[in-house]
């Protein structure tokens, strides 16, 4: 290290006065020294070093081709080659222009990265500090095992200092970040209100905080634990609890819109959909141990039961079965049923043809009859009416206004003397529908148990729990269960109209089951 306490020496040809600090000067010197090292290694026979020869284009071609020796890169001759291949690529970035140019850009991105900057624009204090590691030597003499220890525990990881970002050039700024939605038309309004804030017009807001602050709401007083132990006991759900005191009086709507009010339950919804008890005795032949009669009272319904369902099935059967050998068709009678309509228009040609075919007088007296009972139509349709029928049809109509009135108004003055009939007819009337209200509540009172059409399936009743006679047991613990629960439950439901009728999906299979016969199996075989 040069030494920095001789201040009466000359440095480098520089008189004392403009001599540069001595942190400064050594490293200069150490710059100097390594640049000469660079040209006496390179620099060929001048300095008769046997360093090693720099080529012909590297001597000759200086930074954008500005040395005097140098040739203008326009002048020069251009290679001819195709750029759009990849050698072309390659050509082109290994001329001494583009190396130099890339070589000088990626120094200058090198330079920003770590100074955060060009070196030759960095200030002395930036580049230049002064070295005082004995003291702090002595200070790590002095520090104890516990301070170390706090200083690597507060010394980050090396994962951390491997992920940490080194560049020194700051981040690009964010454009949106910093637009501002509807600027121009919050500026505009800003200028408005300061031009109205001049004039002594103040923003709503604004005035409603200064009044605010003229008077401040007076705190609402909180209920101490006092309080609350003298608050009697009250119903919570009564109508007249203290809760619902402050809404008593006010708006439905609004307490309902504000959610501090329930809106109110329709009346229907309290009422039971169907008046059928949710679970039904079994008959007392259903017991484990019934009587004779009531077990065969039971029997008696399973067996009405089964032949109703018989009858159906046998119904069905005749609906559906192929209709007798003598109704079977045949291909005659399928002919015949083709050629229905068929033969009545060929006999209705067969008649036109007879009659061209009588000769031309038969044909002339016929064109003759048409022509004569056409003209007499034709004449009446084109005969013009005179001004004396006009009036007489005009006064004919007016008669008829007239008369269809004065009968209008005869009928109205004998409605008068047929009160009593119209009072006897009303009479009637309201007794009939009175009648027909009564039917039909006593309809829909006799049908209040009974299950409705909820879907597009009926409800089927499901088949009695019974047992035959031989299948009786006088003991519970030999008897044989009948029925399900969970059967019974969903068929309830089903019964008091709570869910509609349904039937078990159909499972389809997508695809055809494949039958594969494994290669383990066929060994073994």
């Known amino acids: 290290?040069?030494?920095?306490?001789?201040?009466?020496?000359?440095?480098?040809?520089?008189?004392?006065?403009?001599?540069?600090?001595?942190?400064?000067?050594?490293?200069?010197?150490?710059?100097?020294?390594?640049?000469?090292?660079?040209?006496?290694?390179?620099?060929?026979?001048?300095?008769?070093?046997?360093?090693?020869?720099?080529?012909?284009?590297?001597?000759?071609?200086?930074?954008?081709?500005?040395?005097?020796?140098?040739?203008?890169?326009?002048?020069?001759?251009?290679?001819?080659?195709?750029?759009?291949?990849?050698?072309?690529?390659?050509?082109?970035?290994?001329?001494?222009?583009?190396?130099?140019?890339?070589?000088?850009?990626?120094?200058?991105?090198l330079q920003e990265r770590t100074s955060g900057g060009l070196v030759s624009e960095a200030p002395d204090e930036k580049l230049f500090f002064l070295d005082t590691g004995s003291k702090d030597r002595e200070l790590n003499k002095k520090r104890t095992k516990g301070q170390k220890r706090s200083l690597l525990l507060k010394k980050p990881l090396r994962i951390d200092l491997i992920l940490e970002n080194t560049s020194k050039i700051p981040a690009p700024k964010d454009i949106l970040a910093h637009q501002v939605p509807n600027a121009k038309k919050l500026k505009r309004k800003d200028q408005l209100w300061e031009k109205l804030g001049k004039q002594g017009e103040l923003p709503r807001d604004v005035r409603r905080a200064q009044?605010?602050?003229?008077?401040?709401?007076?705190?609402?007083?909180?209920?101490?634990?006092?309080?609350?132990?003298?608050?009697?006991?009250?119903?919570?759900?009564?109508?007249?609890?203290?809760?619902?005191?402050?809404?008593?009086?006010?708006?439905?709507?609004?307490?309902?819109?504000?959610?501090?009010?329930?809106?109110?339950?329709?009346?229907?919804?309290?009422?039971?959909?169907?008046?059928?008890?949710?679970?039904?005795?079994?008959?007392?032949?259903?017991?484990?141990?019934?009587?004779f009669e009531d077990h065969q009272n039971l029997l008696w319904e399973a067996h009405e039961v089964e032949l109703q369902r018989q009858k159906e099935a046998e119904k069905l059967e005749r609906q559906l079965a192929l209709p007798p050998a003598e109704q079977v068709a045949t291909q005659e009678s399928t002919f015949q049923e083709m050629c229905q309509g068929l033969l009545e228009e060929s006999d209705e040609e067969g008649g036109l043809g007879e009659g061209q075919g009588k000769g031309p007088e038969a044909g002339a007296d016929n064109a003759g009859g048409a022509k004569a009972s056409a003209m007499p139509a034709r004449l009446a349709a084109v005969e013009k009416k005179t001004e004396r029928q006009r009036q007489r049809e005009k006064a004919a109509r007016?008669?008829?206004?007239?008369?269809?009135?004065?009968?209008?108004?005869?009928?109205?003055?004998?409605?008068?003397?047929?009160?009593?009939?119209?009072?006897?007819?009303?009479?009637?009337?309201?007794?009939?529908?009175?009648?027909?209200?009564?039917?039909?509540?006593?309809?829909?009172l006799a049908e209040a148990d009974r299950p409705r059409r909820l879907g597009r399936l009926k409800y089927q009743a499901p088949d009695i729990d019974v047992q035959l006679s031989s299948e009786l047991s006088g003991s519970l613990r030999t008897l044989k269960p009948e029925g399900n629960i969970l059967r019974?439950?969903?068929?309830?439901?089903?019964?008091?109209?709570?869910?509609?009728?349904?039937?078990?999906?159909?499972?389809?299979?997508?695809?055809?089951?494949?039958?594969?016969?494994?290669?383990?199996?066929?060994?073994?075989?």
């Open 1 to 109: 290290m040069a030494d920095t306490g001789s201040g009466s020496r000359e440095w480098a040809g520089y008189p004392r006065a403009h001599a540069p600090n001595p942190v400064r000067r050594h490293c200069l010197e150490s710059s100097f020294n390594k640049m000469a090292a660079v040209s006496s290694g390179g620099g060929g026979g001048g300095s008769g070093g046997g360093g090693k020869l720099r080529s012909k284009s590297e001597a000759d071609s200086g930074f954008l081709g500005l040395r005097p020796t140098s040739v203008d890169p326009a002048l020069r001759r251009r290679r001819r080659g195709p750029r759009n291949k990849k050698r072309g690529w390659r050509r082109l970035a290994q001329e001494p222009l583009g190396l130099e140019v890339d070589q000088f850009l990626e120094d200058v991105r």
């Open 211 to 291: 009044a605010r602050l003229l008077n401040p709401p007076v705190a609402k007083a909180k209920p101490g634990p006092q309080d609350t132990v003298e608050r009697p006991f009250y119903d919570l759900w009564a109508k007249d609890n203290p809760l619902e005191r402050p809404l008593a009086g006010q708006d439905t709507f609004f307490l309902e819109q504000t959610k501090k009010k329930g809106v109110k339950r329709p009346p229907h919804l309290h009422t039971k959909p169907s008046q059928a008890p949710a679970v039904e005795v079994t008959p007392a032949g259903a017991s484990y141990n019934p009587s």
């Open 398 to 444: 007016m008669l008829r206004v007239q008369q269809a009135a004065v009968r209008a108004a005869r009928l109205r003055h004998q409605e008068l003397f047929r009160l009593r009939g119209i009072k006897i007819q009303v009479a009637q009337r309201l007794a009939e529908l009175a009648r027909r209200r009564e039917r039909r509540r006593a309809q829909r």
């Open 488 to 525: 019974d439950r969903f068929k309830s439901f089903q019964r008091r109209n709570m869910i509609e009728p349904r039937e078990r999906a159909k499972f389809k299979r997508k695809y055809k089951v494949k039958l594969v016969e494994k290669r383990a199996f066929r060994e073994i075989q």
